[in-house]
């Protein structure tokens, strides 16, 4: 038997189908894969229920549907694959810290099924080269979908490749890598491109010019690495976007949103992402050295707090890890100002904060976890819906376990996350392919695609 809404839309995916219509012989045989269990359906409920695999799609949702092979996943949570749209990949240039192979098998662990790669490898992501290189590169070793950020050189001469790019990242202030624009008549230029191109556009807001004036502050002592990147460098940047992106139409994407005054600035146009270091970790572990350094920095419990309420009633849309592996060495330096800024969370970005769902909400939290796939416009992405690709995640809530340094997938070797209660995914699935299975990696022969706004 299969149930007779075929097509379920958004709205009233889930619902109850109507008469049950008999399925022919042939019907019956087509779907790949029934997957069951408590689905996170795209009204934002939570249901028992199932859903049918062809092809790597959704094909149809509901208790009856059939196929050739069923796994039924009880009372475990089934959700779509989140997606990260912020990390460093370091492939080209720092294979020693990550590449597309170690940084997505990763990303399958911690039930990430779709990642956006940042602009600032070595070379940077400028020209039709670089993205052509970074293209085989993933292609070749991925084993979740991915998405690529074009950077913006200081000609412009990149904006012409936004077509053939998932997106644009654009730095208003300097962190790893030189790819700071300072020009804001350039950045209004792309700002304007990227409506025509229909992309998104991505800022790392920290004001250049605040972070100048404060650039004193800084000495070889970790905690002053906070106060020297203050909260209003933040406001700043996000203030003169607004100015920016006026009437260009854009959309404007806040990367790692972490203070209350950012937040208080935010354009109601813009969305922004936030990054569980920020949510979870206060300034005052940059006493502790090198792992806890990060650009923007840690912050106030205040701004902690102000991230939680935005995080719950929608201000901020989507998390990202901004995972940023740099290796344990270089993390260990007693001197502050030699510390490369970045630590690595694609692997935890939903699983360390599944422990802390009730601040905001089940729900909540996983739309979260796959707003990206709006924000991008990747439309068959983040969503256990029919015509959706079959990317998705299994939890048992009732697990959860300590991060542990020696299941991280990530060649950084570390994590700021290290003890933190955690539930990873039993399973992950790619278009209807097992890349974690009861926890372990049996991805070897899936591989990711490129993924950009059709
Ligand atoms: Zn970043």
């Known amino acids: 038997m299969v149930f007779s809404c075929m097509r379920v839309t958004r709205r009233d995916a889930g619902r109850a189908c109507g008469t049950p219509k008999r399925a022919s012989g042939l019907d019956r045989a087509v779907n790949d ?7 996170f359906l795209p009204d934002g409920r939570i249901e028992r229920g199932g859903f049918a695999v062809k092809g790597g799609r959704i094909v149809e949702l509901g208790a009856h549907v059939s196929g050739a092979r069923t796994a039924d996943h009880g009372e475990r949570l089934v959700v779509p694959g989140a997606i990260d749209p912020h990390v460093h990949f370091r492939d080209p240039g720092h294979p020693e810290k990550e590449d597309f192979g170690s940084g997505t098998r990763a990303a399958a662990l911690g039930g990430v099924t779709t990642v956006l790669d940042m602009p600032n490898t070595v070379p940077p992501t400028f020209t039709r080269e670089a993205l052509e290189d970074k293209l085989a590169r993933a292609s070749a070793k991925a084993c979740v979908d991915f998405g690529i950020h074009l950077g913006l050189d200081e000609k412009g001469d990149s904006l012409a490749l936004l077509p053939e790019a998932t997106s644009m990242k654009v730095y208003l202030g300097a962190t790893t890598g030189n790819l700071l624009v300072r020009d804001m008549a350039l950045v209004r230029r792309a700002l304007e491109a990227a409506a025509a191109a229909r992309r998104t556009v991505v800022f790392h807001a920290e004001s250049q010019a605040c972070l100048d004036a404060h650039a004193d ?28 992106a006026d009437a260009t139409g854009a959309r404007v994407h806040i990367a790692h949103l972490s203070t209350a005054a950012g937040l208080a600035t935010l354009a109601r146009s813009f969305t922004a992402e936030v990054c569980p270091h920020h949510l979870l970790f206060d300034r005052d572990r940059l006493r502790e050295g090198g792992r806890f350094k990060m650009n923007p920095p840690l912050r106030t419990p205040e701004d902690m707090q102000a991230l939680w309420s935005a ?60 707003a990206a796939a709006r924000i991008f416009g990747l439309s068959r992405k983040g969503a256990l819906a029919p015509g959706m690709d079959a990317d998705f995640a299994v939890y048992d809530l009732d697990a959860p376990r300590p991060v542990r340094t020696a299941e991280m997938a990530s060649r950084a070797g570390w994590t700021p996350f290290e003890g933190l209660a955690a539930v990873f995914p ?15 990696f049996v991805g070897e022969n899936v591989r990711g695609r490129f993924v950009k706004p059709e």
């Open 311 to 370: 995080l719950a009633d929608g201000r901020i849309a989507c998390l990202a890890s901004d995972h940023a592996p740099h290796t344990p060495h270089e993390k260990a330096t007693e001197r502050a100002r030699s510390c490369p800024a970045g630590v690595p969370g694609v692997q935890t970005l939903l699983p360390v904060l599944l422990p802390h769902r009730e601040r905001v909400g089940l729900p909540r939290l996983l739309d979260a976890s796959v």
């Open 33 to 39: 894969l029934v997957v069951k269990g408590r689905l």
């Open 426 to 440: 039993t399973h992950t699935y790619l278009r209807g392919a097992a890349v974690v299975e009861e926890g372990a």
């Open 217 to 244: 502050l800084l000495t070889d002592e970790y905690p002053t690495h906070a106060t020297a990147r203050p909260d209003r460098c933040e406001a700043e940047a996000i203030e003169a976007l607004a100015h920016a």
